[in-house]
């Protein structure tokens, strides 16, 4: 039971932080308000962070880990052609983004913004998560362009993926228009499709 008790308050910690994060910023997410929302004393907070710093690292493995379990159920996995998968893929993080319900933050791009600089564990954090998502979309491109040739550079085509989404949700907070999201990842799919065969 101490275990399952202990194991619950850290998720929730985690949890709590990754929303303020995304929505504050990691700066102005403090410590106090972190454990006010969760309903866990600063004491407990401590027992499993050393501190805020190492919080935001947890905060990002837990993210990017539970975007590789979603990415992994997504109905775009059965798509019967490779093709279809990765249009399916890009077309997944269109339909999330433009989900009235979603928060449209990412926490590692938030982080990785303000701390890139002075926060060396949190900036390789954020490359570890970044990295993550990039090998995903690599591999689902690499399987669509298998019989292309010349060969494409699918590396540079994830990058410039991962870069519109983050950009985009810049472009959102700059000016307030959820559409700049769609937009801007529906012509960023519509370019890379055309490096797929059909």
Sequence with gaps: MPQQRAAVTRKKLLLTATDLIRRKGFVATRIDDVCEIAGVTKGAFFHHFKTKEDLAEGCLAAWAQALADRLKKAPFQKAGTPRKRALGAMDFFIRLLDDPNTVKSCPVGTTIQETSETHPLLREAAQQCFTRLKDFFKAVLDEACEARKPRVDTASLADLWISA?????????????????????????????GYLPE
């Design 165 to 193: 989404m983050q950009g985009s949700l810049i472009l959102y907070k700059a000016s307030g228009d959820p559409s700049v999201i769609r937009k801007t990842l529906q012509h960023t799919k519509q370019y890379i499709a």
